[in-house]
């Protein structure tokens, strides 16, 4: 099958599913055509299967902004027109999916009749999609929509609770590559790290206000009265700046490491004692599953989809939003107790094999034959 993925190539979680999802139906054998205005952070290799389309917003003194939609569109209509394409696939509602229902209803000009399926990954449901300012094109755009899935049972209640839609959401669950991410002894690591032997807690996001970094810090300010231990942040965004500051306000810039965005984020999880992810809202957690994969049991919220990955008191212990006491509580009843831990971890680890990337992927290629079967079904009965 010919795919045009679509999707934001930064550290954000819809990127990395798109991009891993690319790769992995790549090495499947369908050829990928990637549509987005950088390389995706993770397309790292090479691949006769993949290929990579830049779109371009030239800009001009009357634009306060680059009509990235208008540049979107052209590029998906030229991509669709010279490669064959079977089917576009958008990750992040806003603005891709309103971007596809425009680029399908050009190509109709050139006979092609080319089905879209959206990816709903969270925020583009949960916070942005919810604001006035977006929520007309959202609702439209996930009707017009061929196809469309969710990556949580959590985010496919929530898009038809506010938006009403009567579309069927398919949900398929975010994936891990459980061989990239595996527990694996890196002793020499883990001492340049931790040197007396500290134990070792992690944080990964885009530093947004929704992951509550300061939430992070001050669970990491408790359980150091209480143990060694070091953390690692991992990632970089808006809040970095504000949790460097408490860091500071806090004496404990000894103790934290700033990171900023990594790639190889399986070696870090490898090192890892707890994986802590307190946000507000959280669709899936894929840096979660990340960890869990990794052997590395998590502390978080209970915040949307995250219960589906994180199963309180097997593999981590949730909390409601800004319990910081509580999350502190229960990180040190893992860290202070080797044979509970070691459980926890190996629970962990076993939880994250149900969400690996050889059984999830076929799931998206049985969907993309069902929309292609019905999409072209309902064309010719049209005709
Ligand atoms: O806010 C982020 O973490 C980025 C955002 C994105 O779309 O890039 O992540 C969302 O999609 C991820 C992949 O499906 C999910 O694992 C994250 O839970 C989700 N983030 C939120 O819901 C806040």
Same mark, same amino acid.
């Given at each position: ?24 139906? !790549? ?43 208008? @540049? ?9 027109? *010279? ?23 050009? /190509? ?11 990816? /709903? ?41 506010? *938006?009403?839609?009567?579309? =069927? ?12 991410? #595996? ?10 790290? @931790? ?5 070792? +807690? ?9 992951? #509550?970094?300061? =939430? ?29 500051? +408490? ?16 790639? @190889?984020?399986?070696?870090?999880? !490898?090192?890892?004692?707890?994986? +802590? ?8 957690? /894929?840096?979660?599953?990340? !960890? ?35 999350? @502190?509580?229960? !990180?040190?009843?893992? /860290? ?21 990337? =050889? ?25």
């Amino acid at each position: 099958m010919n795919i045009g993925i679509v999707c934001y190539p930064t550290y954000g979680g819809s990127g990395v599913v798109a991009t891993e999802l690319g790769k992995s139906l !790549a090495e499947r054998g369908h050829r990928i055509h990637f549509i987005t205005y950088n390389r995706p952070i993770r397309l790292d290799l090479f691949s006769e299967n993949i290929f990579y389309h830049e779109v371009r917003t030239p800009n001009y003194p009357l634009f306060e902004f680059s009509p990235y939609e208008s @540049a979107l569109a052209s590029t998906m209509v030229e991509v669709a027109r *010279f490669n064959e394409i079977d089917l576009f696939h958008v990750h992040y509602a806003i603005p891709h999916a309103s971007v596809a229902f425009l680029a399908q209803q050009i /190509l109709e000009g050139y006979d092609l009749h080319i089905p879209f399926i959206t990816t /709903l990954h969270g925020t583009d449901i949960t916070l942005v999609g919810k604001d006035k300012s977006y929520k007309p094109v959202v609702r439209f755009s996930i009707e017009k929509s061929n196809g469309v899935t969710a990556v949580s049972d959590f985010l496919k209640k929530d898009t038809v609770k506010h *938006f009403g839609v009567k579309q =069927d959401i398919q949900v398929i669950p975010n994936f891990v590559d459980t061989n990239r991410f #595996r527990p694996h002894n890196k002793d020499h690591f883990r001492k340049m790290v @931790a040197s007396q032997g500290e134990k070792i +807690l992690i944080h990964t996001s885009n530093f947004r206000k929704v992951k #509550r970094i300061e =939430d992070v810090i001050q669970v990491f300010s408790q359980v150091k009265d209480k143990i060694p231990s070091k953390l690692m942040m991992v990632g970089d965004g808006p809040e970095r700046g504000p949790a460097e500051n +408490l860091c500071r306000e806090l004496d404990l810039c000894e103790y934290i490491t700033f990171l900023g965005s990594q790639n @190889a984020v399986e070696e870090i999880y !490898a090192i890892g004692d707890l994986f +802590l992810m307190p946000s507000e809202s959280e669709s899936f957690g /894929l840096s979660a599953l990340e !960890a869990m994969a990794s052997g590395v049991p998590v502390i978080s919220s209970n915040a949307g989809g995250l219960p589906e990955v994180v199963i309180d008191g097997v593999n981590g212990f949730t909390s409601n939003v800004g319990e910081v006491d509580k999350m @502190a509580t229960d !990180a040190l009843s893992l /860290l202070q107790d080797v044979e509970k831990w070691t459980t926890f971890s190996q629970a962990a680890r076993q939880h994250a094999e149900q969400f690996t990337r =050889d059984f999830i992927v076929p799931m998206y290629e049985e969907y993309y034959q069902e929309i292609l079967k019905s999409y072209h079904t309902r064309q010719l009965s049209s005709t």
